[in-house]
């Protein structure tokens, strides 16, 4: 491990950086950017300008004394922008969720000791970090290219030591309040991007629209800087635009309005936009002019249903499944729009191998992060393969299939194993459903929670579910179910981001639910299976080392 040097001038994604000059050299009025600003002013940057924006941003960080940067705000162009000049500035740089709680924001401003902080929006930094954090930090002269919002921020701080040649540090997803930073260097994101460009050789990609967070790592390099490397035009608006707040609360007929105003040929999706996209193809179709221009849909980030994966294609979506990690560079696998969507992740990018131990947990074998931020643990050797924690197979034609995590693994009473995601993912393909968790474990079957629409009412949703269980094996139909409602004003939606139930990508904190849900869990499985109070209190007390929640009241 070293302290971060700080060496201006040097650019840790040289290749990348390269490729814009040249595409500033030769095509210099080409359209590269374009987007929305907070204040809602329109920018489109040529090629040209945005090397001009990226050198400008750069030489006013090289002088500023800054050594590790966080970079925080919504989506908008100077976000693109800020964290290009950084990189030119030879900068590391940490991207800041803002849907982080406080708690996580307090630490990663712990672990990390930033000592400069770019927003690429002209608001107060105590709309961002929690007030006595902000206090810490005093604005710093920045001035921005002309129509952009970027502001500078320091503190006085020692940055914490990066394994050499960190050049970009990702939280993971964050199941706990405490999540890990993921180290990167500049030629392993290189070689992800690499991977892709390979990967989806001859789809064409002229216009990549910016869907979820740029602070996620799926879509800050798969999505942005992937679309840069293949010198397509990036269409980054604010969430009022796109209608997408966090990384799934969404309104459609305004997200549909968006996409057929900007009109994009590519999008980084997860299951739950997926869901939300399909809608939106089969009930407006006579109007749908932008999915004509649809090249790419890649989704990740979580379980799909093969359902959902039938229901896209038969919509003429061009769906592309993958799969990944932080501590890989976000992409391990990825399918292609013309190969089959039958619950497949494609096929390892190059560079990269799978294999399985004798669980059936998937193991990565090839390049992989530089270390975990603050941690003296040495990696095995990239000759030892990755234990990625997810159950996977290997198909006859070379792809691979997820099963599910495998610390996730439901055991019923009689015995019988099944993984949670599968049915939380049905579940969640029933309309009027937003999110499901499933449990069962040491119960006689299984039950879920479930955080419905308003619009749905309690016959129909039985309905649905009676529907589902005539489809699934008797082991694995929903015993018993309860219905999540926001009971109060000012308390959050249940299984939300907000209610700290969801990871940044839109994963379940399942640990999280058992704790908060306690109660309703108690309820369930006592009005399910009497006799099995029992269980049901081990299942809760498993959480017991996390921060307590208030509980949500019962119903009446």
Known sequence: MSTPARRPGTCPMDRLHQRLRQRARLSPDAESLLGQTPDGADIRLTARQLEAATDAVAHQLEQSGVSHLGLLGHNSPGWLVAQLAAWRAGLPITPIPAFFSEQQLNHLLDTTGLDGLLIAQDSPLDAWLPSARANDFKRQPLDAPAGLSIALFRRP???????????????????????????????????????????????????????????????????????????????IDTPDLTRLHGSGTLAPDQWQRWLAKRRPDSLILVPGLLKALTHLASHHSAANGWQQVLSLVAVGGGQVPRRLLEQATQQGLP????????????????????????????????????????????????RRMLGYLGSDHHLPSTEMPWPSGDLGHRLADGHWRLDGRQRNVIILSNGRNLCPEWLEAELELIDGIDRAFVFGEGLPGVLALLSPSAAIQPPRLEAHITALNQRLPDYARVRGWQSLLRQLPGVAEPLSIASNELTANGRLRRASIQLRRRCDIERLVARTFPGHEQVSAALSSAADGLPSYPQEPPPP
């Open 319 to 366: 769906v592309a499944q993958g799969y990944g990690m932080s501590e890989m560079g976000s992409v391990v696998c990825l399918s292609r729009p013309d190969e089959p969507q039958d619950g497949r992740v494609g096929c390892p990018l190059k560079g990269l191998r799978l294999s399985t131990d004798e669980q059936g947990q998937l193991l990565v074998h090839g």
């Open 157 to 235: 701080s020692t940055p914490a030591p990066l394994p050499d040649g960190t050049r970009l540090i990702t939280f993971t997803s964050g199941t706990t309040g405490t999540p890990k930073g993921v180290c990167l260097s500049g030629p392993h994101l290189e070689s992800v991007i690499e991977g892709l460009e390979q990967r989806l050789a001859g789809v064409p990609l002229h216009r990549h629209g910016v869907v979820l967070p740029m602070a996620v790592l799926l879509e800050h390099l798969a999505g942005a800087l992937f679309a840069l490397w293949r010198g397509a035009t990036i269409v």
